[in-house]
């Protein structure tokens, strides 16, 4: 949604998952965080939509959030609850560029990628 050094390597990296026919998505709690993040960033709402279209997103429940303050680290609440969901959808990996979300990603056997 917002062009950053890593925004090529970071479109590259999902069209091709999606082009192999990989599953792309997240907890629901990325709605919540991209809305936001259009709103202060003056992002349209509808960019928002066409970016979110495109992923499947998780549901978490209880277990999620079980495992999420469980988690291994210093994380921060959201984090550890992307990367429950993560383990709760049974992935093999995440994407993400925080060190101590990629950490604990790591810690419970979740491979971690971070296009550049």
Do not use: C, N
């Not at 890593?6 to 990325?30: H, K, N, P, Q, T």
């Amino acid at each position: 949604m917002v062009e950053e050094s890593e925004s090529d390597a970071l479109v590259a990296f999902l069209e091709r998952a999606l082009g192999d026919g990989d599953s792309v998505g997240s907890s629901l709690l990325l709605e919540k965080e991209l809305r936001r993040a259009g709103i202060r960033l003056s992002i349209p709402q509808e960019r928002v939509t066409s970016v979110l279209k495109r992923l499947e997103l998780l549901v978490p429940d209880g277990d999620v959030y079980r495992t999420a303050g469980l988690l291994p680290g210093a994380l921060r609440s959201l984090d550890a609850l992307h990367v429950a969901a993560a383990l709760r959808w049974g992935a093999d990996g995440v994407m993400t560029y925080d060190e101590r979300q990629a950490a604990a990603a790591r810690a419970v056997g979740l491979s971690v990628a971070a296009p550049t």
